[in-house]
């Protein structure tokens, strides 16, 4: 039978085909263009990241004294100046007096070790030991030891000299740090109120994730910064009571390396009981071995436990790779970045699973 007239259904369906494949083209360029976006409000903002994570950071960790000077004031934008004169005050006073007395100590212990090296001192205090005296033989052979200890301590130096002379930019980011630290107190309703609505998740999910997020930034500041500051003075203090040269300087150093991964103090205090020994010094070499071995590498059993708890909900083999790999990535910033991010991936992976276990049990009901 022919057909004289097509049937309406049929000659709809090729116009439908082709809307459909016309929206799935305006898809995948609204994703093209929104991933493009995305990815260039990340170049913009990575110069600024250091001084945004920062200030993110200050902002939970200040959120309760925040919170408090709101209720008290209530305003707003002044309980969020008053937060950050506070925390100006806090940071930028031992800023100055660290910065002053490490370009002065910096000097000193370098010009005190560079003399009794090169004076031939460690080598008489040696030869005083007759059980130690091949070490001697042993090093002068083996190491160009004044060399070395030169190196080693004009490296300290202009080290010292570089932080010291970075000043300025130090400050340009410290008052850019505060600058966004203030905008994010007062605002911080309406930016979580914001990622709220542009994400994907449901309320709970995201309250969640916050939560978690959270937990990880005041477990990595408090169980890693403010155990490393503590290990620092506590080795630096026990430097200054022996004597030995530039104790603001080598507590500093070993704050820095507690907060390092498989480093730590101990990178410092050992070899200055092995020269202490050297010296015939072993009253002061046991003391600060003892020192070290005891106070400084076990003081973090203690405080960890107290200031962390169980906010850091990851392993320990997580936790390193996510602050070692975020310092090598991102520098003193991924200290906080590392384990952020790690720990939205891990809470995102979990949402994921509970969805997907849900959607298969609501399947097989009948």
């Known amino acids: 039978m022919p057909i004289t007239e097509r049937d309406p259904i ?57 919170h408090r000077m709101e209720s008290r004031l209530k305003n707003s934008t002044l309980a ?50 007759p059980r130690i005296a091949p070490l001697a033989d042993w090093l002068e052979r083996k190491v160009d030891l004044p060399r070395t200890v030169r190196d080693i301590t004009t490296w300290l130096t202009s080290t010292a000299g570089s932080i010291v002379k970075g000043s300025v930019i130090q400050m340009v980011s410290f008052c850019l740090t505060l600058y966004l630290l203030f905008y994010f107190l007062r605002d911080h309703r309406a930016a979580l109120h914001s990622v709220r609505f542009l994400s994907p998740l449901t309320k709970v999910e995201m309250e969640g994730l916050f939560v978690r997020v959270t937990d990880a930034i005041v477990a990595t500041v408090y169980g890693t910064l403010a155990v490393a500051v503590v290990q620092g003075c506590l080795g630096g203090l026990m430097f200054w009571w022996l004597g030995l040269p530039a ?18 103090a101990f990178v410092v205090w ?44 990851m392993h320990s083999v997580l936790a390193f790779i996510s602050v070692g790999g975020g ?40």
């Open 80 to 129: 969020a100046a008053v937060t950050v004169l506070v925390v100006g005050f806090i940071v930028a006073l031992p800023a100055m007096f660290v910065g002053q007395r490490l370009l002065i100590e910096s000097a000193r212990g370098a010009e005190i070790i560079n003399t009794r090296v090169e004076s031939g001192e460690w080598r008489r205090a040696i030869g005083a030991q």
């Open 327 to 366: 310092l090598m990535l991102f520098g003193p910033s991924g200290l906080i970045l590392g384990p952020v991010a790690l720990t939205i991936t891990t809470g995102l992976l979990e949402i994921w699973r509970k969805r997907t276990a849900e959607d298969a049990a609501a399947r097989a009901e009948p």
């Open 10 to 66: 049929q000659s709809a369906a090729p116009v439908e085909s082709d809307w459909g494949s016309r929206n799935h083209i305006q898809s995948l360029l609204f994703i093209a263009g929104t991933a493009v976006g995305i990815y260039l409000c990340y170049r913009l903002a990575l110069p600024f990241l250091p001084s945004l994570v920062w200030a993110m950071a200050s902002a939970i960790l200040f959120a309760p004294f925040h």
């Open 247 to 264: 104790p603001l300087l080598w507590g500093m150093v070993m704050g820095l390396l507690a907060v390092v991964p498989v480093l730590g």
């Open 270 to 313: 050992i070899p200055a009981a092995i020269f202490l020994v050297l010296e015939g010094s072993w009253g002061r070499a046991l003391i600060l071995a003892g020192w070290g071995g005891i106070v400084v590498g076990g003081i973090d059993n203690v405080l960890y436990p107290i200031l962390v708890g169980n906010r850091l909900q």
